[in-house]
T-cell receptor, first 114, second 114 residues
Framework: ETGVTQSPTHLIKTRGQQVTLRCSSQ?????VSWYQQALGQGPQFIFQ???????GRGNFPPRFSGLQFPNYSSELNVNALELDDSALYLC?????????????FGPGTRLTVL | AQSVSQHNHHVILSEAASLELGCNYS??????LFWYVQYPGQHLQLLLK??????LVKGIKGFEAEFIKSKFSFNLRKPSVQWSDTAEYFC????????????FGTGTLLAVQP
């Protein structure tokens, strides 16, 4: 176990709806990264938060947004859900934002969009 | 764009066989390299990492990987696999100095037959 927790475990939504996924970082970690893992693919970087500020973003549209709270927990929000958003969403926390900081992953949230 | 290639998508081995999983990346600068493993029903776990120094790194459960800078490769090896090594293995690269994102390969599914 890494100490990174995510909720909910599974979620089913319909196209056009909005969803919020939550992540609790490992104790002492101030950086959270979010990844999308489609079936049969490796995780794809969505964005990263460091001390409540977005600190880098991957190739995802603006309807993917996030927040990080003072306790370093984080949310991923997705608006106007599309069928292709169906995936496993992974949260990873790290001690800092440096290149040598190792990211530790949570169990993920499985999102299904119908 | 930077990318990570894992050449073997599915590998089937018998117990005690030797394992080598290939990983190549496309980036000319300094990189940090990782192998993560995902056992059935579990979250992504760090197997080993390379930041600098000795290009041969040892990880958990008898795994090792060798960084060959001239070949842009970071292959994972284990001399003798066990049934419990059945899992999906992901190679990941972090570009030094850039956004602290991991770029993952598509993964290799390893099945070890008893």
């Amino acid at each position: 176990e890494t100490g990174v927790t995510q909720s909910p475990t599974h979620l089913i939504k319909t196209r056009g709806q909005q969803v919020t996924l939550r992540c609790s970082s490992q104790s002492g970690h101030n950086t959270v990264s979010w990844y999308q893992q489609a079936l049969g693919q490796g995780p794809q970087f969505i964005f990263q938060y460091y001390r409540e500020e977005e600190n880098g973003r991957g190739n995802f549209p603006p309807r993917f947004s996030g927040l990080q709270f003072p306790n370093y927990s984080s949310e991923l929000n997705v608006n106007a859900l599309e069928l292709d958003d169906s995936a496993l969403y992974l949260c990873a926390s790290s001690l800092g934002q440096g290149s040598t900081d190792t990211q530790y992953f949570g169990p993920g949230t499985r999102l299904t969009v119908l | 764009a930077q990318s990570v290639s894992q050449h073997n998508h599915h590998v089937i081995l018998s117990e005690a066989a030797s394992l080598e999983l290939g990983c190549n990346y496309s980036y000319g600068g300094t990189v940090n390299l990782f192998w993560y493993v995902q056992y059935p029903g579990q979250h992504l776990q760090l197997l080993l990492k390379y930041f600098s120094g000795d290009p041969l790194v040892k990880g958990i459960k008898g795994f090792e990987a060798e960084f060959i800078k001239s070949k842009f490769s970071f292959n994972l090896r284990k001399p003798s696999v066990q049934w419990s090594d059945t899992a999906e293995y992901f190679c990941a690269v972090k570009m030094y100095g850039a956004t602290n994102k991991l770029i993952f390969g598509t993964g290799t599914l390893l099945a070890v037959q008893p």
